[in-house]
């Protein structure tokens, strides 16, 4: 066997050992969480989360989501939901579907949004203090097919976001945007 045939056969051994374990260590879930005390009432906050204007103007990425939307579950129990979320993240659209997990006005919002790559499940928990709100915000990711690869890379650039966001946030609520 050949210098050059064996470097070959050495390369791919070795990027299928990086890819497997990618693969594997991508197959976890992921959580970031951020909180911060906002200068607002709950009720001030929770609108940034539940209108679309509102919550595209804080969220990463977030390039439309439709509005809250009531419905009912295969019981006949009142729910919220959400038809569809697009998520633009280096120039490429995604498009996730939503259901609303928990809904309590001002209070509580978790929101599971998936698609054939992820499904990520936003966890919005508002508690009044005073006249401030404090608001914890946790993003649980697991990641599906080819994306499982990447996830592994991309955990501080996803904490940093979630960090980023959350900023965001406090400054728009607290301007009066």
Same mark, same amino acid.
């Given at each position: 066997?050949?210098?050059?045939? %064996?470097?070959? /056969? ?9 890819? $497997? &374990?990618?693969?594997?260590? =991508?197959?976890? !879930? ?25 919550? %595209?103007?804080? /969220? ?9 939307? $009531? &419905?009912?579950?295969?019981? =006949?129990?009142? !729910? ?28 509580? /919002? ?68």
């Amino acid at each position: 066997m050949s210098v050059p045939v %064996k470097l070959a /056969l050495w390369i791919s051994i070795l990027a299928l050992v990086i890819a $497997s &374990g990618l693969w594997l260590a =991508g197959g976890k !879930k992921r959580e970031h969480s951020a909180a911060i005390q906002i200068e607002a009432s709950p009720q001030d906050v929770f609108a940034y989360l539940t209108e679309p204007e509102k919550h %595209k103007s804080w /969220l990463t990425g977030l390039a439309h989501v439709a509005p809250l939307e $009531s &419905g009912t579950d295969e019981n =006949g129990v009142s !729910k919220r939901t959400t038809t569809d979320r697009i998520v633009s993240v280096g120039g490429k659209e995604s498009r996730f579907e939503d259901e609303v997990i928990r809904f309590e006005p001002n209070e509580m /919002l978790t929101v599971r949004s998936s698609n054939s790559s992820q499904v990520v499940t936003s966890i919005y928990q508002l508690e009044p203090q005073d006249s401030q709100t404090y608001f914890t915000y946790r993003v649980i990711t697991f990641n599906r097919g080819i994306a499982r690869i990447l996830a592994p890379l991309l955990i501080d650039k996803t904490q940093n976001q979630v960090d980023g966001d959350i900023r965001k946030l406090k400054q728009l609520v607290e301007s009066g945007y």
